[in-house]
Structures are given as C-alpha cells and as structure tokens.
C-alpha cells in the first residue's frame, strides 16, 4: 500500500491516486459482476467516459484537497 509522509516524518495514509485507481477497479468489478450474473449488458463507450470522467474529477477534487490541506498546515505551523 501506498502512503505518504510528512517532512516531520509522520505517515498520512494512502494518497488520493492510490484510492481513484482503487475505487475504479471496484466499480469495474462490480459491473462485470452484474454482466456475469445477471445478463446486464453495458456499452463499453459509455461506461469508460463515465468511468474516465469520474476519476478525472475525483483526482481534480483530491489534488486541491491536498493543496488546501498542506496550506492550512503550514499556517498552523507558522502561528505555532
């Protein structure tokens, strides 16, 4: 697994690439799941732009997260 570290030399936990690429192969899996047992057919074209535009978002979202995340901790740090 995936984690990354601090300059203090804390572990955070995975990072935000680690969860969208996990996050993909479950929703692959479950949509062949459902192909397989219940003859769900899916159009391939449709279903990876969606699945392209989700993880797009999610990394989009996950970066500034992590961007505003490490700014509010170096203004915690400088006050301190």
Partial sequence: MSTQSTNDGVITGPGVGTIVWGLIAVAVSLLVLLSVLWGISFDFGHVLIALLI??????VA??????????DNSAGQDKA
């Avoid at 989700?54 to 990394?59: C, D, E």
């Fill in 54 to 59: 989700g993880s797009g978002i999610a990394l």
């Fill in 62 to 71: 996950g970066g500034i997260w992590g961007v505003s995340r490490t700014k």
